[in-house]
C-alpha cells in the first residue's frame, strides 16, 4: 500500500519541485500527481489527524479502488513457509491452492507474481529467507577448495601443503571446513563424517564434484561411486547425486561455499606461518567458526543463525555410532598360499579360493574379505609387522591343518622312526628357537619331504646335509632330494692321525697311569 501521509506531507510544500518530491518519496510524477489531484478534489489538506490512517486516506481519496481491494484476500505467510519445508512443494503449487480457496469463497486472488512478493517480504521481516530457493535438510554440497595453505618444518625448513575440505548447506550457507594432508579417499570419508558431526544431523541429498576420490564415472546415462563412498552414503542413508560435469550451477552454493572459505579462511591465514598439520586444522577451525558467525551482507543474521532458526530441525538424525571409514581394495587373487595382503601383514582366506579374485574392506580394526559380494574371512587388523602370516585353522586344507595338531613329543617320535640324522634335524629345528612352537613349520616341513621321497632318501638327505652344516635348512634338504645327492655315497671320515690332531694319548692313558703297566 502506498504511503499517502508522505505523499500528503511531501506535496504541502509548495517550495519543492516536482522532480525533488520524486527523488525523497521514490514514487512516480504520475503516482504523485495522481494522490495530490484526489486530495484537492476530496478537500483533504496537511496535516492530518495521528488517527488517520493510509487505510482511511485509500477509502477517502479512492473509493472504488479500495472497494476493490477489500476482496483480495492475504496469503497464509506462516503456513506458505511450513509447507515450503516439505518435500515436493514449491510456490506455484501453494499458490493454486490459494486461488482455488479465494474462489470457494467468493474473494479474489492475489496474482501469481503478487503472491510471491508479499510471500518474500514477509519472509525478509521474519528472517525466513531460505526456503524460497531450498529446502532445509535437502542438500550437502562438498568439494576441495582450489587453494591450499603452507606447513613449515620446524627443523628442516621443507614446506608441505594442507588442502582444505569444505561443506556447504545450501539453505542455511551453514559451512564445514577442514584441513587435511592430503585429499585422498581415507581422509575424503573423515571429512564427511566430521561435518555430519558438526551439523548434528544428516541431510537427504549429498553433492559431490567429480573429483575420482568418490565418483569412479559419471557420464550421461551412468553413474558409478566409489565402492567406500557408497558404503558410507547407505550407513547415514542419505543418496549420493554427484554434480553434472561442466555445469558449475549445479552446484552454485557449493562453489560459493568454497569461495567464502577460501576468502574468510585460507586468504585470513596467508601471513601466518604454520608449522604442523594440528596448528594448521586449530587455524580453520578458528576461522570457520568467525565464518559461520558472521553477518550475511543482503539479509539479517549469520549462517549459524540461519541454520538453528530454519534448517536444524528438518536434518535426519545421526545414526548411533560414527561411520567407521572403510577402504576397499581392487580384485586381488589369491595366491597358492591362500594369503592376501593389506599392504602390511598377509592374512588366509578359505584354501578352496586359491586362484580367485577376491576384494578387501580395510578398517583401522579389522580386516575382511569378500568373494563375489560374500564376506568368506575376517580377521582382526595389525598395525605393526607380523614376522608370520595370520592363518586361521578353518582355511587350511585337512593335511595341513594335520600338522596344528603335532607336539614336540610327536615329531621326535615321528624321527626316530626315520633315522638318527632326521632325528638330528629335528631336534635342531626344535630346540633353535625360544620356544619349540617356533621349530613346527620346519618339523611339518620335513614330514612332507618324508612323504615325497620316502623315509629312507630323507635319513640320507639329513645325513648328507648334517656332514657340512651345522645349521640344516629346507630349502638345502629339499634341493639334495631334488638332485639325487642323497644317493651319493658320502665318504668316510678320515682317520685321526697324529699329524692331523697333534696328540697320541688321550685322557684314558692317563686315567691308567701313563706308560706304566
Given at each position: 500500500m502506498l504511503d499517502y501521509r508522505n505523499i500528503l506531507r511531501v506535496g504541502s510544500d509548495p517550495n519543492k519541485s516536482m522532480r525533488t518530491m520524486e527523488l525523497e518519496l521514490r514514487s512516480s510524477h504520475h503516482t504523485i500527481r495522481k494522490v495530490l489531484d484526489a486530495a484537492e478534489r476530496a478537500g483533504i489538506r496537511w496535516p492530518l489527524p495521528e488517527n488517520c490512517t493510509n487505510e482511511m486516506l485509500m477509502e477517502l481519496l479512492f473509493p472504488e479502488e479500495h472497494q476493490k481491494t477489500a476482496l483480495y484476500v492475504l496469503p497464509d505467510y506462516p503456513y506458505i513457509h511450513a509447507e515450503l519445508a516439505r518435500k515436493g512443494v514449491n510456490l506455484t503449487m501453494l499458490w493454486e491452492e490459494y486461488c482455488a480457496k479465494c474462489q470457494s469463497e467468493g474473494n479474489v486472488p492475489y496474482m501469481y507474481t503478487q503472491y510471491c512478493e508479499k510471500y518474500r517480504q514477509w519472509a525478509r521481516v521474519t528472517k525466513a529467507t531460505m526456503r524460497i530457493?531450498?529446502?532445509?535438510?535437502?542438500?550437502?554440497?562438498?568439494?576441495?577448495a582450489g587453494a591450499t595453505l603452507d606447513i613449515h618444518d620446524p627443523v628442516t625448513g621443507e614446506v608441505s601443503k594442507a588442502y582444505l575440505f569444505v561443506a556447504v548447506l545450501p539453505c542455511s550457507c551453514f559451512t564445514y571446513a577442514e584441513a587435511c594432508d592430503d585429499m585422498k579417499l581415507e581422509n575424503w570419508i573423515n571429512c564427511h563424517v566430521h561435518a555430519y558431526n558438526y551439523f548434528g544431523g544428516v541431510t537427504r541429498l549429498l553433492v559431490?564434484?567429480?573429483?575420482?576420490?568418490?565418483?569412479?564415472?559419471?557420464?550421461?546415462?551412468?553413474?558409478?561411486?566409489?565402492?567406500?563412498?557408497?558404503?558410507?552414503?547407505?550407513?547415514?542413508?542419505?543418496?549420493?547425486?554427484?554434480?553434472?560435469?561442466?555445469?558449475?550451477?549445479?552446484?552454485?552454493?557449493?562453489e560459493g561455499g568454497v569461495k567464502f572459505a577460501s576468502t574468510w579462511i585460507l586468504a585470513a591465514l596467508r601471513n601466518r606461518k604454520l608449522?604442523?598439520?594440528?596448528?594448521?586444522?586449530?587455524?580453520?577451525?578458528?576461522?570457520?567458526?568467525?565464518?559461520?558467525?558472521?553477518?550475511?551482507?543482503?539479509r539479517p543474521g549469520s549462517r549459524r543463525e540461519a541454520y538453528l532458526e530454519e534448517e536444524k530441525e528438518f536434518m535426519r538424525p545421526?545414526?548411533?555410532?560414527?561411520?567407521?571409514?572403510?577402504?576397499?581394495?581392487?580384485?586381488?587373487?589369491?595366491?597358492?598360499?591362500?594369503?592376501?595382503?593389506?599392504?602390511?601383514?598377509?592374512?588366509?582366506?578359505?584354501?578352496?579360493?586359491?586362484?580367485?579374485?577376491?576384494?578387501l574392506r580395510l578398517t583401522p580394526n579389522t580386516?575382511?574379505?569378500?568373494?563375489?559380494?560374500?564376506?568368506?574371512a575376517v580377521h582382526?587388523?595389525?598395525?605393526?609387522?607380523?614376522?608370520?602370516?595370520?592363518?586361521?585353522?578353518e582355511h587350511m586344507p585337512a593335511e595341513h591343518r594335520m600338522y596344528l595338531g603335532y607336539t614336540e613329543k610327536e615329531f621326535t617320535e615321528w624321527a626316530d622312526t626315520v633315522g638318527p640324522h632326521a632325528a638330528a634335524v629335528v631336534n635342531y629345528y626344535l630346540t633353535s628357537g625360544k620356544e619349540p612352537e617356533q621349530g613346527y613349520k620346519y618339523c611339518a616341513s620335513l614330514?612332507?619331504?618324508?612323504?615325497?621321497?620316502?623315509?629312507?632318501?630323507?635319513?640320507?638327505?639329513c645325513q648328507r646335509l648334517l656332514s657340512f652344516s651345522s645349521t640344516p635348512s629346507i630349502r638345502t634338504l629339499s634341493t639334495i632330494l631334488?638332485?639325487?645327492?642323497?644317493?651319493?655315497?658320502t665318504p668316510p671320515e678320515p682317520p685321526k692321525t697324529a699329524v692331523q690332531h697333534g696328540i697320541t694319548r688321550g685322557a684314558d692313558y692317563f686315567r691308567r697311569g701313563g706308560g706304566s703297566k
Open positions: 530457493q531450498h529446502k532445509p535438510g535437502d542438500t550437502m554440497e562438498v568439494d576441495w559431490p564434484d567429480n573429483l575420482k576420490t568418490g565418483i569412479a564415472k559419471n557420464t550421461r546415462s551412468e553413474t558409478v561411486l566409489n565402492r567406500t563412498y557408497q558404503e558410507m552414503a547407505e550407513y547415514y542413508n542419505t543418496a549420493i547425486v554427484p554434480a553434472r560435469v561442466r555445469h558449475p550451477r549445479d552446484k552454485s552454493h557449493a608449522f604442523s598439520m594440528d596448528e594448521a586444522r586449530a587455524a580453520v577451525e578458528e576461522k570457520l567458526e568467525e565464518l559461520n558467525d558472521r553477518s550475511f551482507r543482503k545421526l545414526p548411533g555410532e560414527p561411520y567407521e571409514p572403510a577402504i576397499w581394495s581392487p580384485d586381488l587373487k589369491v595366491g597358492n598360499d591362500y594369503l592376501v595382503s593389506d599392504g602390511l601383514n598377509k592374512y588366509s582366506v578359505p584354501y578352496d579360493l586359491i586362484g580367485e579374485k577376491v576384494n580386516v575382511e574379505v569378500f568373494f563375489r559380494g560374500s564376506r568368506v582382526v587388523r595389525s598395525k605393526v609387522f607380523l614376522r608370520e602370516p595370520v592363518v586361521k585353522k614330514t612332507k619331504l618324508a612323504d615325497r621321497y620316502g623315509p629312507v632318501r630323507l635319513e640320507n638327505a631334488k638332485n639325487g645327492q642323497d644317493r651319493v655315497q
